[in-house]
């Protein structure tokens, strides 16, 4: 199957089968693919939450509008994006760039304190770029970078036919409470419930409706 078999394959699934899990082995290659998402500068300024205890979903489920996807589906990850970013954020990552590039340049002594200083250099410039932001449009990018994150979580389902459905429709002072991320730093801000459809969500198979190619593309030449 091709990338656009399982896309054309996935939707919005609106029923999961309790009865239906995803197994350990492909939770662990849906975050190794969450992990390798590109993000801005690479910092991944955002922590999700695996939920899978059945009372911690049913209180979720009260705070999504009653939603039966939160309730019922297999796994439901939670991506909290950082309500402030700090400079540890990103000497953290710089720490490990520095230390997953060492065996990069072999050529010797002097490139690899060149290579140290364009790594000093990346940090510097990232904190003068985001030390421009003010508070309110900080939090939206670094929300953003959530995004990024679970559309890459949805395409990786969608190629290991697993079922999947996006969620904004949440409250999310109700979730920050329930998750007690009020000391963390964290809010959460968008969610996506895995597992398996019902046979009898007929949304499965309506007509997928998306704009023509033509429509949706302009060449610039």
Sequence with gaps: MSIIDSLKWRYATK????DKKVSDADIATLKE?????PSSYGFQLYKVLVVTDQK????????????SQIRDCSHLFIFCSYKNVESKHIDEFIDLMEQAR????????ID??????????YGTIAKADIGRRDKAEALHWMQKQCYLA?????VACADMRIDSCPFEGFSTEAYDKILDLGDKNLTSTVLLPVG??????RHQYRTKVRKPIDR???EKK
């Design 196 to 201: 398996y459809r019902t046979e009898d969500d």
């Design 216 to 218: 949706l593309f302009e």
């Design 33 to 37: 693919a969450v992990q390798l998402t």
């Design 112 to 121: 690899k304190v060149k290579s140290k200083a364009k790594i000093m250099l």
């Design 102 to 109: 060492q065996a990069d340049d072999e050529r010797g002594y």
């Design 56 to 67: 911690t979903k049913d209180k979720l489920y009260k705070e999504s509008y009653y939603q």
């Design 15 to 18: 029923k999961f089968d309790t």
């Design 150 to 154: 679970v559309s890459q979580l949805m």
